[in-house]
Nanobody, 124 residues
Framework: QLQASGGGLVQAGDSLKLSCVAS????????VGWFRQALGKEREFVAR????????YYAESVKGRFTTSRDYPENTVYLQMSSLKPEDTAVYFC???????????????????WGQGTQVTVSS
């Protein structure tokens, strides 16, 4: 129900745009989040977008470099990544939270639908 794409191999300083396409039912969600998992590390929060449009939130490590946005008619959420660093190398996942949470949708447990992930590799 979620399909992430757009990953690839880029050099440090380059930009890349990830896409997350979802079925209608998945995108009647409260939030869509992006997470990443580097080799040998735990999955971590990157960014999230509230479907209501009430503001986005970013991890400190990507703030100012990454931007998440949506294309509502196309049921697509994007993660625009700029000034990429080697430490951004990871598998990136998009996820949808269809259940209401009193939290800020920064935790994996708040999301109930996950895409398959797309690899982003940044060379130095």
């Amino acid at each position: 129900q979620l399909q992430a794409s757009g990953g690839g191999l880029v050099q440090a300083g380059d930009s890349l745009k990830l896409s997350c396409v979802a079925s209608d039912s998945t995108f009647s969600a409260h939030a869509v989040g992006w997470f990443r998992q580097a080799l040998g590390k735990e999955r971590e929060f990157v960014a999230r977008l509230r479907w209501s449009g009430r503001g986005n939130y970013y991890a400190e490590s990507v703030k100012g470099r990454f931007t998440t946005s949506r294309d509502y008619p196309e049921n697509t959420v994007y993660l625009q990544m700029s000034s990429l660093k080697p430490e951004d190398t990871a598998v990136y996942f998009c996820a949808a939270a269809t259940k209401y949470s009193t939290g800020s949708y920064k935790l994996q447990e708040e999301y109930d639908y996950w895409g398959q992930g797309t690899q982003v590799t940044v060379s130095s």
